[in-house]
Nanobody, 114 residues
Framework: QVQLVESGGGLVQPGGSLRLSCAAS????????LAWYRQTPGKQRELVAS???????NYVDSVKGRFIISRDNAKNTVYLQMNSLKPEDTAVYYC????????WGQGTQVTVSS
């Protein structure tokens, strides 16, 4: 059974940082695309960042220069380092595995507020 478990969300002040983790089990991630998405109420889920099996990264324009996606295949884990956080980054963040997003985590809430 494939499972993705996110952690690291929480409440942070504007300008602060958080590091999200997504640990996969039941499948090796080595040859898979991994990605982070986010969603706010009433809006579609948005791709935030992705990383290919060869570690090529892609970011939505709104987070470029602030967020960094990385992967540790030995730990079967993908990370999202979020810096200089803004209130508009508030959302539930989800990780996904596979080019077609075959698997999703349960999500972790990130709230940026003073």
């Amino acid at each position: 059974q494939v499972q993705l478990v996110e952690s690291g969300g929480g409440l942070v002040q504007p300008g602060g940082s958080l590091r999200l983790s997504c640990a996969a089990s039941g499948i090796p991630v080595t040859y898979s695309r991994l990605a982070w998405y986010r969603q706010t109420p009433g809006k579609q889920r948005e791709l935030v960042a992705s990383i290919s099996s060869g570690s090529t990264t892609n970011y939505v324009d709104s987070v470029k220069g602030r967020f960094i996606i990385s992967r540790d295949n030995a730990k079967n884990t993908v990370y999202l380092q979020m810096n200089s956080l803004k209130p508009e980054d508030t959302a539930v963040y989800y990780c996904s595995l596979g080019v077609s997003n075959s698997y999703w985590g349960q999500g972790t809430q990130v709230t940026v507020s003073s």
